[in-house]
């Protein structure tokens, strides 16, 4: 009977993949599970990496998204935008599987959050600071890295981050 697991054994070029669209992404696509019904939601959320490349979000608790969140902190992050010209499935993208992690006002770690979410998102000045923002960081649990047709890795934390950090 013939191998029918699609995935490669990850190598650098797939780390080096993951932490290149995590880097560079401004937006992704957040799953949640939906509380008031046995059905998933998918929302675009503004996203950047912390100085350790963790990935991150600001997102408003006036948001269904957030209100999931709160309610079931499992989700998926969609990283990756198809290029300017051909298939839009030939183009890199990550999946991450996560557990939201709301960071709370008036620590360290949300001024942290802030001071480097503004340094990459200069416009976002005009609301980061409104009362019903936050920040929530996504602890990774696994990913799924399509490179494109038949280029696809199954990554564990410590596949992106050698020092197997997972927050």
Known sequence: MS???????????????????????TYGALAVLRPDMPAPS????????????????????????????QANPVCAVLLGAPGPTGDPLTHPRLTLHA?????ARGTDEHDRLRAHFLKLRPKSKLYVDFTDFGFVRFRISDGLLNGGFGKAWR???SDIWPDHRTT
């Open 155 to 157: 990554l564990a934390p």
């Open 42 to 69: 998918v929302s675009r959320i503004a996203i950047a990496a912390d100085e350790n490349g963790t990935p991150f979000t600001l997102i408003s608790t006036l948001a269904d998204h957030t209100r999931a969140l």
């Open 99 to 103: 557990n939201a992690v709301f960071v």
């Open 3 to 25: 191998n029918t697991d699609p995935f490669r054994p990850v190598d650098e070029t797939a780390r080096q993949l993951a932490r290149d669209l995590i880097a560079s992404a």
